[in-house]
């Protein structure tokens, strides 16, 4: 895909590809962080089996170690088996169960985001051969998942496959995939088009190139492997630290330096503080009016609107300092104090009705 990962969040998927067998060395996951990664989503189940249970991907649990110790963002992809429940003799009902509680298991103790990768094993009959049974698998696989880790576990699509799952399955997050030199507007078009409305990231090119040279990157990022799968995400910082259980930073609430007439004023220092504020001088018209508590920017609307009232009233007559004013509806909401805020004004039968001069 054409897309430029400067000033983009990006990660990695990985697997026991991206490493060496045959030597001590294991992927520097620093060198990675170094080069601009974000996340990293690493292969759980490996779509084998061993003594009737799913296999765990070798150096799962070392990314996982690395990835946290590197102070990056962590989560897992499932490789779904949907050949093996045969000479198990089990139903694929049960097989998708199975599968499902092996991955349950890691994500009770380790909370993290899920994505099932549903796709043609190696030197195994195609999936389409068997579709409405790799389906009831992967629909028993991320029941089991939902209901461990509480939350939509999400799928791993080439974009070229995206109307094959039932419309059922397309609310849940999506990590599209497509390495042709497209556009990621073209991405999201399809993504829309064949009814998913949660994409939350791209796999935009396979070989390991972050710098747009078409050169593999991998060992420059720490791994053994030259190639490695790049990936966009598509929305915003705030939501990427939902998605992988991170919190934001708490903003910093300074009290705001309140400039009365900014003319008078002729300090740089002053100016140049990001928290001045020009404040307008208001006479209180109405005897009685609440003053209200928000809990600020970006909440201020649902803060004032959610009913907390202070039984402090402002009197007629009352000088008040508007700090800044925000319109929802039919009110004019003003901030007359650091976190105080009360109504300036409001449209009834279509006339406004003051209650600040």
Not at 251 to 277: A, C, Q, S
Not at 324 to 341: A, F, K
């Amino acid at each position: 895909m054409n897309v430029d990962l400067k000033n983009r969040i990006w990660g990695v998927d990985v697997s026991f590809w991206q490493d060496y067998a045959d030597t001590e060395k294991k992927p520097d996951l620093k060198l990675l962080k170094d080069s601009g990664c974000r996340f990293v989503i690493a292969r759980s189940l490996d779509g084998s089996v061993v003594n009737g249970k799913p296999r765990i991907d070798r150096l799962f649990w070392y990314f996982m170690e690395e990835t946290h110790k590197a102070g990056m963002l962590f989560g897992q992809y499932a490789y779904m088996n949907y050949l093996s429940h045969g000479y198990l003799k089990l139903t694929s009902s049960q097989w998708g169960i199975v599968q499902g509680n092996a991955v349950a298991e890691i994500v009770k103790a380790h909370p993290m985001p899920v994505f099932l990768d549903a796709e043609t094993a190696p030197g195994c009959a195609k999936i389409e051969s068997v579709w409405p049974t790799a389906m009831t698998i992967a629909d028993n696989m991320l029941k089991v998942i939902d209901d461990a880790s509480g939350r939509a576990t999400g799928e791993y699509w080439p974009t070229g496959w995206l109307e094959r799952p039932g419309q059922y399955r397309r609310w849940r997050p999506l990590w599209a995939a497509n390495y042709n030199p497209v556009s990621e507007d073209y991405v999201r078009s399809v993504v829309l088009k064949a009814g998913w409305n949660d994409l939350v990231m791209i796999q935009v090119n396979s070989i390991g190139d972050i710098n747009g040279d078409q050169v593999p990157d991998g060992r420059v990022m720490g791994f053994e492997e030259p190639k490695v799968d790049i990936n966009v995400w598509c929305k915003t910082e705030a939501e990427l630290l939902e998605f992988f259980g991170e919190k934001a930073p708490a903003p910093i609430e300074e009290t705001p330096v309140v400039i009365v007439n900014p003319d008078d004023f002729h300090d740089d220092e002053v100016h140049e503080k990001e928290n001045m504020v020009r404040v307008e001088k208001k006479t209180v018209k109405v005897e009685g009016l609440r003053v209200r508590l928000s809990k600020g920017a970006p909440s201020l609307i649902g803060g004032v609107l959610s009913g907390i009232v202070y039984n402090e009233k402002l009197s007629k007559g009352e000088v008040v300092h508007v700090l800044q004013r925000v319109v929802s509806g039919r009110y004019t909401w003003v901030q007359i104090g650091w976190r105080q805020w009360c109504c300036e004004k409001e449209v009834v039968n279509g006339n406004e009705v003051m209650y600040l001069d």
